[in-house]
Antibody
Framework: QLQLQQSGPGLVKPSETLSLTCSVS??????????WEWIRQPPGKGLEWIGG???????YYNPSLKSRVSISVDTSKNQFSLKLISVTAADAAVYYC????????????WGQGTLVTVSS | DIQMTQSPSSLSASVGDRVTITCRAS??????LNWYQQRPGRAPKLLIY???SLQSGVPSRFRGSGSGTDFTLTISSLQPEDFAIYYC?????????FGGGTKVEIK
């Protein structure tokens, strides 16, 4: 059963870079059926899609965040990563990674979530 | 971008009740509509994809229907573990978007 395990700091200073990693176990990130996605959820609010990556390194992003986001994949480590630059208080959220079935376009499973606080 | 609107934003129901949640897209999304359940402090869990296909392991009391712009999630007989927030998601076009959520609370 495929599982996603997230890692990375839960506290980031304003104007600095948020960096999170999602490690895939129980399956290969090179599986051609799937994309690998990041989604976030501000406390008490709804879900916002950030972007995704294919195992080839091809990426696509939410236009609202595109200028600040970078998602990358490391097939040798079976993991993918998120970087968000120049963070502000508005970027405080629980960040989730997820697998996307590309033909059927569903997101499952999701990682456990990482609460990121933005504070000096 | 396509906007997703859910209603109601919250509802109170009793165990055994039939519950219906609606989701409306700002333009046609064909059948590219998914439903997720999120329990407190947990990640969302996929319930239904492609409007009406039940994800493996999800109880058959969950049913999805609709097409075009209007979609429905029905729980035929609410169970204690179903009290949660439910989100719809369109995957017809990029960026994918989620509805604002419907919180199902115990009456």
């Amino acid at each position: 059963q495929l599982q996603l395990q997230q890692s990375g700091p839960g506290l980031v200073k304003p104007s600095e870079t948020l960096s999170l990693t999602c490690s895939v176990s129980g399956g290969s990130i090179r599986n051609r059926t799937y994309y690998w996605e990041w989604i976030r959820q501000p406390p008490g609010k709804g879900l916002e899609w950030i972007g995704g990556v294919y195992f080839t390194g091809s990426t696509y992003y939410n236009p609202s965040l595109k200028s600040r986001v970078s998602i990358s994949v490391d097939t040798s480590k079976n993991q993918f990563s998120l970087k968000l630059i120049s963070v502000t208080a508005a970027d405080a959220a629980v960040y989730y990674c997820a697998r996307k079935n590309q033909p059927l376009r569903w997101f499952d499973p999701w990682g456990q979530g990482t609460l990121v606080t933005v504070s000096s | 971008d396509i906007q997703m609107t859910q209603s109601p934003s919250s509802l109170s129901a009793s165990v055994g009740d039939r519950v219906t949640i609606t989701c409306r897209a700002s333009q046609s999304i064909s059948s590219y509509l998914n439903w997720y359940q999120q329990r407190p402090g947990r990640a969302p869990k996929l319930l239904i994809y492609g409007t009406s296909s039940l994800q493996s392991g999800v109880p058959s009391r969950f049913r999805g229907s609709g097409s075009g712009t209007d979609f429905t999630l029905t729980i035929s007989s609410l169970q204690p573990e179903d009290f949660a927030i439910y989100y719809c998601q369109q995957t017809y076009s990029t960026p994918t978007a989620f509805g604002g959520g419907t919180k199902v609370e115990i009456k």
